[in-house]
């Protein structure tokens, strides 16, 4: 009798040699690769302020954004508890990442979230801690099915995971560029990466990273090999995202709110592809991506930056008309 048993490794480390390929990759511009599949915008997902590009279903393998982080303004008026937690909170919170989708979907990259104001300032964090910087992220998804003589068990797993807010050299300040990956070294996993190309120029920032006693400036961050089903096996799609999520309201129409983030600017964003054996770096430019605005036009500034190489200008100030497009 053949058996359902399939049981997955989430997590694994991985050797420098099998992602090195992607880190040395050269860019080129190859007009050739322009195909007729581009991919059609579905409707705006309900609950948060959006600009998001995603590219077609090829034999893509990953993708690759130098960008300049923004600052997130909260709105006083929004400082509470979503109902879901016993803390208090701002209830949008900014995010700006990748992500890859085969047979499941995945994300993975920045959002402001809780950490610890300076190495001296150790403490118990919760959902009600203040946000300190922007801290990696990943989330993934997987099936385990386990056949026990007839008896069958599905299990779904959703699983988020951040940095750990012990690891200071991984909060990320507005004014910092940095280089993120996210691509799939290995059949069926993907790996996130963060490089500090510059650090930040805003005064209250740089002091606020001196609180944190680096040696240097800050390491490249990896994270670990997470499964993402039918990477580097099959067709996959990727995307770059800037987002003002709202806590407590996802698949809801936007609610109203003064909150903020000040000009993004993605330098440039590339595609990783494999061609003649060599993993290449593919201009992410309009061409090759769908376009979301979402829900709403009015609640952006989008402005042309090297558009040649995947650059743009996003600024996120919401307008609220009482509904999504």
């Not at 003589?149 to 991984?170: C, E, M």
């Not at 000040?262 to 770096?281: C, D, H, M, P, T």
């Not at 190489?309 to 919401?318: A, D, L, M, V």
Request: proline share 5%.
């Amino acid at each position: 009798m053949k058996t359902l048993t399939k049981r997955v490794i989430a997590e694994k480390d991985v050797s420098f040699k099998i992602i090195e390929p992607f880190i040395t990759a050269q860019k080129i511009n190859v007009d050739s690769f322009y195909t007729n599949n581009k991919p059609i915008a579905p409707p705006c997902f309900l609950g948060a302020y959006y600009r998001k590009c995603f590219s077609s279903k090829e034999d893509w393998l990953g993708i690759e954004g130098v960008v300049r982080l923004g600052e997130f303004i909260p709105d006083e008026r929004r400082f509470q508890s979503d109902g879901r937690v016993d803390y208090e909170r701002y209830l949008d919170n900014p995010s700006i990442y990748l992500g890859g989708k085969s047979l499941t979907e995945s994300d993975a990259g920045l959002n402001f979230n809780v950490g610890h104001e300076s190495i001296q300032d150790i403490k118990m964090l919760n959902y009600g801690s203040k946000k300190v910087a922007y801290r990696p992220f990943y989330r993934y998804i997987y099936s385990e099915v386990i056949d026990d003589n007839g008896n069958v068990t599905r299990i779904n797993k959703n699983i988020w995971k951040v940095a750990s807010p012990l690891d200071f050299d991984y909060y990320y300040f507005p004014g910092d560029v940095v280089k993120m990956s996210v691509y799939s070294p290995l059949e069926n996993y993907l790996q996130l990466r963060i490089e500090v190309l510059e650090e930040t120029k805003i005064e209250k920032y740089q002091k606020k990273r001196k609180k944190y006693q680096l040696k240097g400036k800050p390491k490249v961050y990896y994270s670990p090999l997470f499964y993402s089903e039918g990477h580097s096996k099959l067709e996959a799609e990727f995307k770059r995202v800037n987002s003002l999520d709202q806590y407590g309201n996802e698949g809801f129409i936007v609610k109203p709110t003064k909150a903020l983030v000040s000009e993004s600017v993605w330098k440039e964003v590339f595609l990783f592809k494999k061609i003649n054996e060599s993993i290449v770096k593919i201009p992410f430019s309009r061409g090759r991506y769908a376009s979301m605005i979402c829900p709403n036009d009015e609640s952006f500034t989008i402005k042309e930056f090297n558009k040649d190489e995947g650059g743009e200008k996003i600024t996120i100030h919401p307008q609220y008309r009482g509904g999504n497009k």
